[in-house]
């Protein structure tokens, strides 16, 4: 036990060091989020898939309830309940398009993780970044519970509570509760709460930032004690329906599910729920009483509650989906919060782009109009119209505009094709076009994964410590 207290301080250090131009300590922050006691409880598991040759390398570390898929390596790093996905990573001889540059990979993409810890925190998709083909580097990095670090390298920064940082490699940065930044690079920065953040160099700059008493109700964090708010409290009240599935070593599938279609073998789904052909049920991910139409998709941690999904819907990781209907190919994106109530439903049109870190939380009926740009905080119709235009609207901008809170520059048509192109490429990679024989995704290749458990030392100086494990073909 001695060992895993002694890399939990070293790792604080170092972090700390990283960040000291920022003068942000994050002492007061971890030191005691998590009784280390508690690290010692949990086994972590591994999937091994024909589509994924495995080659994971494990050593002096603690990784508590943790998963991995794909090329991973952890060092001197404590991850505690946090998915570590290499399902997209770049394969050797793939070339790599970055401006007018087309790049081969040198060697299969790896995820490595160094002096760093991950509290519930998902790690996925391949580097962004050209500088590092063959590598995504998550290092001196600590993450708080429910954050995202989706194809983002990380060096020497602190992500708050529920935050996202999207194909952005960062250094030295600190990153508030509820961000969600997509930048392409960034060092040196300390972003505040709620700030939604989508810049393109040279092409579009999407800002806007949360009303910081408004995002207290939702999530809210202060030094020295766990993250607080409704957020925090609507997965609490629903982790006991995922204690069964992770306790288990076989369990029945719950629901019926196509052939063409995958339900995680640890997902949650309650009640009366219908599972579509070529949909996708990522880990974690919670259904209850809800139709996912052909080629939906639920990712990592989201939840699907009480409500229709037409067919080739994304619900981006972390996203939450509650009595609300939802047309066709609509996208919902990370980490947002989407509430109607039993009278009062929500209704989203069809071709609508619901933008990351949305929170849309009506007492009343609330009817969103096919193709339509969402984003911020809405809580009533009058909230709708400042916090929403019409896509083609919003492509027709080619210089700047302010819409209520939001600020954006640069080109609006470039803007709305590069989110439509990301949102293709998610359904393709998910399986949502799969005809029988061609485009195959996760939808069709998820179903076979054999789960594996891994166990750290019982007692003694490591106790909590994995030993030294390396998994290969």
């Known amino acids: 036990m001695k060992e895993i207290e002694r890399l939990y301080d070293r790792i604080i250090q170092r972090v700390n060091i990283d960040l000291r131009e920022l003068e942000f300590e994050v002492n007061p922050y971890v030191q005691e989020l998590i009784p280390l006691v508690q690290m010692v409880k949990f086994y972590a598991f591994y999937g091994i898939s024909p589509h994924l040759p495995p080659h994971f390398q494990f050593c002096n570390s603690n990784l508590a309830g943790s998963y991995f898929l794909g090329r991973c390596k952890v060092t001197d790093s404590l991850l505690y309940k946090s998915d570590i996905r290499g399902d997209e990573l770049k ?181 009366q729920t219908h599972i579509g052909e070529n949909v996708l049920v990522a880990q974690r991910a919670f259904l209850q009483n809800s139709w996912l139409g052909q080629g939906a998709n639920a990712q990592e941690n989201c939840f699907i509650i009480n409500s229709r999904l037409e067919g080739c819907n994304v619900t981006a990781h972390g996203a939450k989906i509650c009595e609300a209907d939802l047309g066709r190919n609509v996208f919902v994106g990370f980490n947002s919060f989407l509430r109607g109530r039993p009278d009062a439903r929500l209704s989203i049109g069809d071709d609508t782009i619901v933008m990351p870190h949305t929170i849309i939380d009506s007492k009343e009926p609330l009817e969103i109009p096919p193709g339509r740009l969402v984003w911020g905080m809405i809580r009533d119709r009058a909230d709708l119209e400042t916090n929403s235009i019409a896509i083609d609207d919003f492509s027709a901008i080619d210089s700047s505009a302010s819409i209520g809170d939001l600020f954006f520059e640069g080109s609006g048509a470039q803007f709305i094709s590069a989110f439509k192109d990301r949102i293709r490429h998610i359904l393709q990679a998910n399986g949502a076009f799969f005809n029988g024989s061609e485009q195959k995704g996760h939808a069709q290749k998820n179903q076979h994964i054999s789960f594996n458990t891994i166990q750290p030392y019982p007692e003694g100086m490591k106790k909590g410590l994995f030993p030294t494990i390396l998994i290969e073909p």
């Not at 930044?181 to 806007?208: C, D, K, L, M, V």
């Not at 408004?214 to 409290?233: E, R, S």
């Open 91 to 271: 394969k050797k001889g793939d070339l790599f398009r970055y401006l007018d540059y087309d790049m081969q990979v040198g060697d299969d993409e790896e995820i490595e993780i160094r002096n760093s810890l991950l509290i519930k925190t998902l790690v996925h998709n391949y580097s962004h970044d050209p500088e590092t083909l063959e590598k995504f580097f998550i290092t001196d990095t600590i993450s708080m519970n429910y954050a995202n670090i989706h194809g983002s390298p990380s060096s020497g920064c602190f992500l708050g509570a529920f935050a996202t940082v999207d194909l952005t490699t960062m250094r030295n940065c600190v990153i508030g509760n509820f961000s969600y930044i997509q930048a392409s690079e960034i060092s040196h920065i300390n972003i505040e709460s709620g700030t939604i953040w989508i810049r393109n160099p040279g092409r579009f700059n999407f800002f806007y930032r949360h009303n910081p008493e408004k995002i207290n109700d939702y999530i809210y964090v202060t030094p020295g004690a766990a993250p607080q708010g409704l957020f925090v409290d609507f997965i609490e009240d629903r982790k006991e329906a995922f204690q069964r599935i992770f306790d288990s070593v076989h369990i029945e599938q719950p629901v019926p599910v196509p052939n063409n279609a995958s339900l995680d073998r640890f997902a949650v789904t309650k009640g």
